[in-house]
């Protein structure tokens, strides 16, 4: 009978400890990026999760998870990508905080528990300014226009035609073969940042060449992009676009992506807000 009672006792004391152990509470992540899978590992690569449900919303995916307790104090973000590979994306939790809303059932509209938006780090070059050159744009007869495009050859959509005493004030950002990207004033439509042909303007000596590199991207939801990097800026109306839109990304500034992308205009190239731009 002692024999017995002592077993129990050594059970109870090992599988106690294993029973607390084993609570689970919900957990949503609110990611921007349309991962296949996504889990919680320990240090030691052991899993903590097991997806209960994916909910699109606004561009972000909330992936709620059924978390478990097996005593380790940090919980690990891992991803899968298209071919099946598990990427550790550098991104932890604290336990103690996933549990702080045992008992409930978060939702899209109301998280109770602990939501966090991960970014993982952006691919193209960040600028707080794009150098500027100012230039003056060539006289012409009358009331003669110098054409713009909305990207460096004559393949793209025009951007408008403009006389040159409208225009306030001009700044040449780059060159990009034989058309130049011009921030400009006009009194008409206001600020865009539009290409024109290099030689519609005086003054270009000190203009940098340049050659983009594009980094694939796609718009988190329906948008009307812009002339320039800001709300300061002409909205592009006619090259309104919508969620999923592939993007090329060139850079961003001051929080705005400079991309190229179909539009019902065909290829043109303008700025995005990037909080609206995954990758």
Not at 139 to 158: D, F, I, M, N, V
Not at 215 to 244: H, K, M, N, Q, R
């Amino acid at each position: 009978m002692k024999h017995g009672l002592t077993w129990f006792l050594v059970l109870f004391l090992v599988i106690a400890p294993l029973c607390a152990l084993a609570e689970s509470t919900l957990f949503t992540l609110v990611l921007n990026q349309p991962y296949d899978a996504v889990v919680l590992m320990d240090q030691n690569g052991n899993t903590l999760s097991s997806v209960v449900t994916t909910t699109p919303v606004n561009g972000q995916t909330y992936w709620t998870l059924r978390v478990t307790d097996n005593g380790t104090d940090t919980a690990f973000l891992y991803t899968r990508d298209a071919q099946g590979n598990w990427i550790n994306e550098n991104v932890s939790y604290p336990m103690h905080l996933i549990f702080a809303g045992q008992g409930t059932t978060p939702t899209p509209e109301a998280t109770a528990t602990p939501t966090i938006a991960h970014t993982p780090s952006k691919p193209w070059p960040v600028y707080t300014q794009v150098s500027r050159t100012p230039v003056t744009i060539r006289l012409l007869e009358g009331e003669k226009r110098a054409q713009s495009r909305t990207g460096p050859a004559k393949t793209y959509h025009g951007a408008g035609g403009y006389k040159p005493y409208k225009v306030t004030s001009a700044s040449a950002l780059f060159i990009e073969g034989s058309y130049m990207l011009v921030d400009l004033d006009y009194t008409t439509v206001g600020k865009r940042v539009v290409y024109f042909l290099t030689s519609a303007f005086k003054g270009t000596g000190s203009v940098p060449s340049v050659t983009l590199t594009a980094y694939p991207a796609y718009t988190l939801s329906a948008l009307t992009p812009t002339f320039g990097p800001g709300v300061a800026y002409d909205a592009f109306s006619e090259a309104a676009i919508g969620s999923g839109t592939p993007l090329s990304v060139f850079y961003e500034e001051n929080g705005w992506v400079f991309a190229e992308f179909d539009s019902a205009l065909g290829y043109v190239r303008a700025f995005i807000p990037v909080d609206m731009v995954g990758w």
